[in-house]
């Protein structure tokens, strides 16, 4: 049984720059896509950014894209998502997801295995 807990959130400045991290447990997350999904209150909730179990194949949302990277490392159990050019837009909780299949990508009710999230807030 998958389960995940994320850490690195925090209060943040517009324009700084955040490393979140998903930690895995229960299982090996090797064989899992591992997604970053975020929900600001009202909101629906949005897939930021995936990466496929190899490694390999990575998708990003229209926003993030160009500030945000995620990676992973298969032997710590961990996948991060790596944001620059904070705005507060980006404020919301954010979530780690997987599933066995990498297509829908950002789709919420495709994830099978999700972690309690981690807050994120961009003020000055």
């Known amino acids: 049984q998958l389960q995940f807990v994320e850490s690195g959130g925090g209060l943040v400045q517009p324009g700084g720059s955040l490393r979140l991290s998903c930690l895995a447990s229960g299982s090996t997350m090797d064989s899992y896509h591992i997604a970053w999904f975020r929900q600001a209150p009202g909101k629906e909730r949005e897939g930021v950014s995936i990466?496929?179990?190899?490694?390999?194949?990575?998708y990003y949302a229209d926003s993030v894209k160009g500030r945000a990277t995620i990676s992973r490392d298969n032997a710590k159990n961990t996948v991060y998502l790596q944001m620059s050019s904070l705005t507060p837009e980006d404020t919301a909780v954010y979530y780690c997801?997987?599933?066995?299949?990498?297509?829908?990508?950002?789709?919420?009710?495709?994830?099978?295995?999700w972690g309690q999230g981690t807050q994120v807030t961009v003020s000055s």
């Open positions: 990466i496929s179990s190899s490694g390999f194949t990575t």
């Open positions: 997801a997987a599933k066995r299949r990498l297509y829908p990508w950002s789709d919420y009710r495709s994830y099978d295995y």
